[in-house]
């Protein structure tokens, strides 16, 4: 297989575009439209253009699948919600992050995206669904319970999790789906936590690669290591809407509603 060639996504006006990586602590960039993958690929190594190591799968029967053609012309990787996941592993992450994932997957096995099967007890995170449709934040003993449905179901989507000590209405919880605050059903989030440093795996549409499995297909998977300012989340969400033809999905009055950043 070629190296991948790192795109930059065009902008309006012809000025220079923007892309993931003009933002600083970029630890985690999956892009499934960058890669040397071909159609019906097994995903080995998916090459992570941020700074942490790349998402891997040394077990053949576990690869997902690439496929060049799952969203709006444009390529994904897909996961069969039985034994399929990849990690990152040694992945050093603060308490505060900011999450972006553009996916589809199945309501009965939706996303779980987690930092550490210990998460309970270290700074690790959870960022997944439930059996009700919801979606769950979880960081040590605090969770918030975000009470949408519909997310990552009938329809692809992007999702942004921010993390930080000043979150409102929630403190450290922030969730977003197509560039909306989605409000929270319930939430145990305080602003407790010190801002420490976890080193840990990553798995991507698994808990653990031991249960949890993910049906559906993963397009890009961003993780910053700190909590992103509103001006800077919203480039990201322009990016990613306009990439992959979810824009018309975007609020009305998102700066990058009608054109990317």
Same mark, same amino acid.
Do not use: C
């Given at each position: 297989?070629?190296?991948?060639?790192?795109?930059?996504?065009?902008?309006?006006?012809?000025?220079?575009?923007?892309?993931?990586?003009?933002?600083?602590?970029?630890?985690?960039?999956?892009?499934?439209?960058?890669?040397?993958?071909?159609?019906?690929?097994?995903?080995?190594?998916?090459?992570?253009?941020?700074?942490?190591?790349?998402?891997?799968? #040394?077990?053949?029967?576990?690869?997902?699948?690439?496929?060049?053609?799952?969203?709006?012309?444009?390529?994904?990787?897909?996961?069969?919600?039985?034994?399929?996941?990849?990690?990152?592993?040694?992945?050093?992450?603060?308490?505060?992050?900011?999450?972006?994932?553009?996916?589809?997957?199945? #309501?009965?096995?939706?996303?779980?995206?987690?930092?550490?099967?210990?998460?309970?007890?270290?700074?690790?995170?959870?960022?997944?669904?439930?059996?009700?449709?919801?979606?769950?934040?979880?960081?040590?003993?605090?969770?918030?319970?975000?009470?949408?449905?519909?997310?990552?179901?009938?329809?692809?989507?992007?999702?942004?999790?921010?993390?930080?000590?000043?979150?409102?209405?929630?403190?450290?919880?922030?969730?977003?789906?197509?560039?909306?605050?989605?409000?929270?059903?319930?939430?145990?989030?305080?602003?407790?936590?010190?801002?420490?440093?976890?080193?840990?795996?990553?798995?991507?549409?698994?808990?653990?690669?031991?249960?949890?499995?993910?049906?559906?297909?993963?397009?890009?998977?961003?993780?910053?290591?700190?909590?992103?300012?509103?001006?800077?989340?919203?480039?990201?969400?322009?990016?990613?809407?306009?990439?992959?033809?979810?824009?018309?999905?975007?609020?009305?009055?998102?700066?990058?509603?009608?054109?990317?950043?």
């Amino acid at each position: 297989m070629t190296p991948p060639t790192w795109l930059h996504w065009p902008a309006a006006g012809g000025s220079t575009p923007f892309a993931p990586d003009d933002l600083s602590d970029l630890v985690v960039w999956l892009d499934a439209d960058d890669t040397a993958f071909s159609n019906n690929d097994p995903v080995d190594s998916w090459t992570n253009k941020g700074t942490g190591g790349d998402a891997d799968q #040394t077990d053949s029967t576990k690869r997902p699948i690439f496929k060049t053609n799952l969203l709006n012309g444009k390529p994904g990787v897909d996961f069969d919600g039985t034994n399929d996941h990849l990690q990152i592993s040694s992945l050093a992450l603060d308490t505060y992050i900011t999450v972006f994932v553009v996916a589809k997957t199945t #309501t009965a096995k939706p996303m779980f995206i987690e930092h550490s099967a210990t998460a309970n007890t270290n700074n690790g995170f959870y960022f997944y669904g439930t059996s009700g449709n919801h979606y769950n934040v979880r960081r040590t003993s605090r969770n918030a319970y975000v009470g949408t449905s519909g997310w990552f179901g009938s329809a692809a989507a992007q999702a942004a999790l921010v993390i930080d000590a000043i979150s409102t209405p929630n403190p450290m919880g922030q969730v977003y789906l197509n560039g909306a605050l989605q409000s929270d059903g319930s939430s145990s989030f305080t602003n407790s936590l010190a801002d420490s440093s976890v080193t840990d795996t990553l798995t991507i549409f698994s808990r653990n690669g031991a249960s949890l499995f993910s049906d559906g297909d993963l397009h890009e998977l961003i993780i910053y290591n700190e909590p992103l300012a509103q001006a800077d989340r919203e480039k990201v969400e322009g990016y990613l809407a306009h990439k992959w033809g979810l824009e018309g999905d975007l609020p009305n009055g998102h700066p990058y509603k009608n054109a990317a950043p």
